[in-house]
C-alpha cells in the first residue's frame, strides 16, 4: 500500500502540471481579452489598437510581445512603446507620443519634427499643426540628417532664447541661420560648438542692438546693424 503512495503523487503532480499547461497556453480563459492602452494624447486609443492587431482568442502566455510592440512603434507619432502581460488576462500598451519642436514645409505639406528631426504628422493646413513653434525649412537632399542637425542646435538654445526663434533655415548642414522676432537674423553655420555659439549669441542679444549676429566662428562673432 505504501509503495503505491508515489505513484499516486507522481500522477496527481503530472495532472497538476497538464492543467496548468492548459490554462496557460490553451485556455480561452486566460485569452487575452483586455487590451489597455495608456498614454496617448493626440493618437486616439483605437489607432493604437488597430496598429497593435491583439489576437484576443490567444492565450496570453502565446502572445508574442515583441511583435505586438514592433507594429505599434511603426506608428509614426509614437516615439516609445512599451508591451507587458497584466495576468490574467489584459495586456498593457503604455506609449511616448513624440512632441513637436518644430514645424517643416515640404511642398503643399506641412509635417510635425521632434527632437531628433523625425517627422511624423502631417496637413496641408499649417495651423493644423502647433503653432507656438519655430518653422524649419531644410535642403530636401538634406533629409534626416539636416533635420537632426537643426533639431540638436534647437536643443542647445535655453527656452527663452529658443521661444524668441520663429524660423530656420537649413539649405545646407553648414549654413544654419536663425530668424528671430524682431526680424533679426543669427548665422549659425554648422553644429558644430554650438554650446559655445548659444553663451555667445546671448551675450550679444543682451548687448547690441545688430539686426545680423554671425556666430559660426564663436571665437570671431560678427554683428550688423541696419542703416
Avoid: C, Y
Wanted: hydrophobic share 50%; proline share 5%; no cysteine.
Amino acid at each position: 500500500m505504501r509503495s503505491s503512495r508515489p505513484w499516486i503523487i507522481a500522477v496527481i503532480l503530472v495532472a497538476v502540471v497538464a492543467v496548468i499547461a492548459w490554462l496557460l497556453l490553451l485556455s480561452p480563459h486566460l485569452a487575452a481579452g483586455t487590451v489597455d492602452v495608456l498614454g496617448v494624447r493626440r493618437l486616439s486609443e483605437r489607432e493604437v489598437l488597430a496598429a497593435a492587431d491583439v489576437d484576443r482568442r490567444t492565450p496570453l502566455l502565446r502572445l508574442d510581445l515583441d511583435e505586438i510592440h514592433d507594429r505599434v512603434a511603426a506608428v509614426p507619432e509614437v516615439a516609445t512603446v512599451v508591451v507587458h502581460r497584466a495576468w490574467p488576462d489584459t495586456v498593457r500598451i503604455s506609449v511616448t507620443e513624440r512632441e513637436a519642436l518644430a514645424v517643416v514645409r515640404d511642398g503643399e505639406r506641412w509635417w510635425a519634427m521632434d527632437q531628433e528631426g523625425v517627422l511624423f504628422a502631417d496637413s496641408t493646413d499649417r495651423k493644423d499643426l502647433p503653432t507656438q513653434v519655430p518653422v524649419v525649412e531644410v535642403a530636401r537632399q538634406g533629409g534626416r540628417d539636416a533635420r537632426a542637425e537643426v533639431a540638436a542646435v534647437m536643443g542647445i538654445l535655453a527656452p527663452g532664447l529658443l521661444a524668441e526663434v520663429k524660423s530656420i533655415n537649413a539649405p545646407s548642414m553648414d549654413s544654419i541661420t536663425l530668424h528671430l522676432n524682431g526680424a533679426k537674423k543669427v548665422m549659425w553655420g554648422s553644429g558644430a560648438d554650438s554650446e559655445r555659439k548659444a553663451q555667445v549669441l546671448e551675450i550679444l542679444l543682451a548687448e547690441t542692438k545688430a539686426d545680423t549676429i554671425d556666430v559660426s566662428v564663436p571665437q570671431q562673432p560678427t554683428t550688423q546693424t541696419a542703416d
